[in-house]
């Protein structure tokens, strides 16, 4: 059985037409099946903002995906950003995710020290953590660099929280 009945199929023609991507991709009816995947109205705007060349087919009777466009979709698609992270323009889609909440508030306080990111007074750790977060993503990373640097450091076993533990250590 293939979920259609006698009825429909004299009605609609074969079920296999049914049951095919409703997309045109490029100008061409796409041939494979469907997925679980919806073209809904939401993914239609990120077609159109991405300019990818598919639209739906007028005589497509469902609007059902196949598994390949869906995931075409999912790739070009940027994950959501708040209203007020838009405006980052240094923010990288491809940067890790940091959770700054996992630091004690000790650590979090140092960073805002350190880089004089000035907060509002009497924030908690989570306010504290997501404002120093957008901070950080603010940053600008030369890769080369850092990985150049982090080579030598490994290379030379050296770093400056090693020369300090090594030189009191010494003393005492």
Same mark, same amino acid.
């Given at each position: 059985?293939?979920?259609?009945?006698?009825?429909?199929?004299?009605?609609?023609?074969?079920?296999?037409?049914?049951?095919?991507? #409703?997309?045109?991709?490029?100008?061409? /009816?796409?041939?494979?099946?469907?997925?679980?995947?919806?073209?809904?109205?939401?993914?239609?705007?990120?077609?159109?903002?991405? /300019?990818?060349?598919?639209?739906?087919?007028?005589?497509? /009777?469902?609007? =059902?995906? #196949?598994? =390949?466009?869906?995931?075409?979709?999912?790739?070009? +698609? *940027?994950?959501? +950003? +708040?209203?007020?992270?838009?405006?980052?323009?240094?923010?990288?889609?491809?940067?890790?995710?940091?959770?700054?909440?996992?630091?004690?508030?000790?650590?979090?306080?140092?960073?805002?020290? =350190?880089?004089?990111?000035?907060? /509002?007074?009497?924030?908690?750790?989570?306010?504290?953590?997501?404002?120093?977060?957008?901070?950080?993503?603010?940053?600008?990373?030369?890769?080369?660099?850092?990985?150049?640097?982090?080579? =030598?450091?490994?290379?030379? *076993?050296?770093?400056?929280?090693?020369?300090?533990?090594?030189?009191?250590?010494?003393?005492?």
């Amino acid at each position: 059985m293939n979920g259609f009945s006698i009825g429909e199929e004299e009605i609609h023609g074969p079920a296999d037409l049914h049951q095919i991507c #409703c997309l045109v991709d490029d100008g061409v /009816r796409c041939a494979r099946p469907i997925g679980n995947a919806s073209y809904s109205k939401r993914i239609q705007q990120i077609v159109t903002q991405k /300019r990818l060349k598919l639209h739906l087919d007028g005589c497509a /009777r469902h609007i =059902y995906i #196949c598994e =390949y466009h869906k995931c075409l979709i999912q790739s070009v +698609r *940027n994950k959501r +950003r +708040r209203k007020d992270s838009e405006d980052d323009s240094n923010e990288n889609d491809e940067s890790p995710d940091v959770d700054l909440f996992q630091l004690q508030v000790n650590t979090l306080r140092r960073y805002k020290k =350190y880089f004089k990111v000035t907060t /509002r007074p009497g924030m908690n750790k989570a306010q504290l953590a997501e404002t120093l977060l957008k901070h950080f993503k603010t940053i600008p990373v030369v890769e080369k660099d850092v990985l150049s640097f982090f080579f =030598y450091t490994v290379k030379s *076993n050296t770093n400056k929280l090693d020369q300090k533990n090594g030189n009191t250590g010494e003393n005492t």
